[in-house]
């Protein structure tokens, strides 16, 4: 996934301005919900680092720390952030033994980490991050989105997801085609009670779910509309 982003990196700035509606929407209902007494930020999957940046930039955050795991995207991120950066996947972040108030997983990156198992233990590591007080931000890929997919696909998802339950099914390759190149990718579309299973799995805990249109931002009531935002809290020891 990392040989992804490398190919990606160039063309960041663009993909980014593309989808800057949903990406604004987002970034509002964190600048929400971050309190004046937040000081500390860890983001998880940063890209180029200009979207943590200016999040803590306007929440008044005294200290950021990046995290990347593709080499291009930390040169990037040297380029456009003068603090700390780790060059590391969130499965093996560093056991520093610091704690952030605020930690943002953003645009799917949870997606892009490989399989269940990895992902619980990403969000382990992330909770070894947290403090009772802490927030995490973390938004996926609706697997039920049918603003993207259609209400009949989505009902056909459902059932055959009762039916047979699966995980892997919400795999899926995709291509980005930009600037005349072709790049092949590999993403992961969530359930809402996948995520839900793996919150808890992960010893954290819900504090709010919020769907966002992936196309205009609104917010919308139903789970079947929308990409899926979550604000998750430590949990108990």
Known sequence: MTQMYDQLAPYYRTITSQKATYINSVDQIILDQIKLN?????????????????????????????????????????????????????????????????????????????????????????????????????????????????????????VYDILHPNNTRGDSEYEVSIDGNTIKGMGHLFTPQEMLLLIKNSGLKLKQRIMVDYKDGSIHASIIEGQLLYIIEMGES
């Open 38 to 158: 937040m000081n500390t930020m860890l983001d998880v999957g940063s890209g180029d680092g200009i979207r943590a940046k200016n999040l803590a930039d306007q929440a008044g955050i005294k200290r950021l720390v990046l995290s990347e795991p593709s080499k291009k995207m930390v040169e990037l991120c040297r380029v456009n952030y003068s603090g700390e950066i780790w060059n590391t996947t969130a499965e093996e972040l560093p056991s520093t033994g610091e704690k952030f108030d605020v930690l943002t997983c953003l645009w799917n990156v949870l997606g892009h980490i490989p399989n269940t198992s990895s992902r619980i233990a990403s969000l382990i590591k992330m909770r070894c991050f947290m403090h009772p007080g802490s927030l995490l931000f973390l938004d996926v890929n609706n697997r039920y989105n049918a603003s993207a997919y259609g209400k009949l696909e989505i009902y056909k998802r459902m």
